[in-house]
């Protein structure tokens, strides 16, 4: 059984940071393009940073360049999403996700997802 399961959430003031780690099981993804979504209620859920399959190339939203990173260790299976400076406005819970194309494709769709893990910015 192909999961992932997302980790690292938790409640941190505004400025301060958390990283998220996505660990997978049941199949490798080292050849995969995975990525980090985001949702809060009423809102759809919005693509937050995505990775190709190597980490050569990276994607982020505009409203968390420069202060998010993702990255990835394809030895164990996991991608992670390094946040800092964080703001009230990224209280969201974060879904990791995969998609079967290597590198990340803002345009396809997501293969796999994760049950997400819920991170909370107070002010």
């Known amino acids: 059984q192909v999961q992932l399961v997302e980790s690292g959430g938790g409640l941190v003031q505004a400025g301060g940071s958390l990283r998220l780690s996505c660990a997978a099981s049941?199949?490798?993804?080292?050849?995969?393009?995975m990525g980090w979504f985001r949702q809060t209620p009423g809102k759809e859920r919005e693509l937050v940073a995505g990775?190709?399959?190597?980490?050569?190339?990276?994607y982020y939203a505009d409203s968390v360049k420069g202060r998010f990173t993702i990255s990835r260790d394809n030895a164990k299976n996991t991608v992670y999403l390094q946040m800092n400076s964080l703001k009230p406005e990224d209280t969201a819970v974060y879904y990791c996700?995969?998609?079967?194309?290597?590198?990340?494709?803002?345009?396809?769709?997501?293969?796999?997802w994760g049950r997400g893990t819920l991170v909370t910015v107070s002010s």
């Open positions: 996700a995969a998609q079967y194309s290597s590198s990340w494709s803002p345009n396809d769709g997501v293969n796999y």
């Open positions: 049941g199949r490798t993804f080292s050849r995969n393009a």
């Open positions: 990775i190709s399959w190597n980490g050569g190339s990276t």
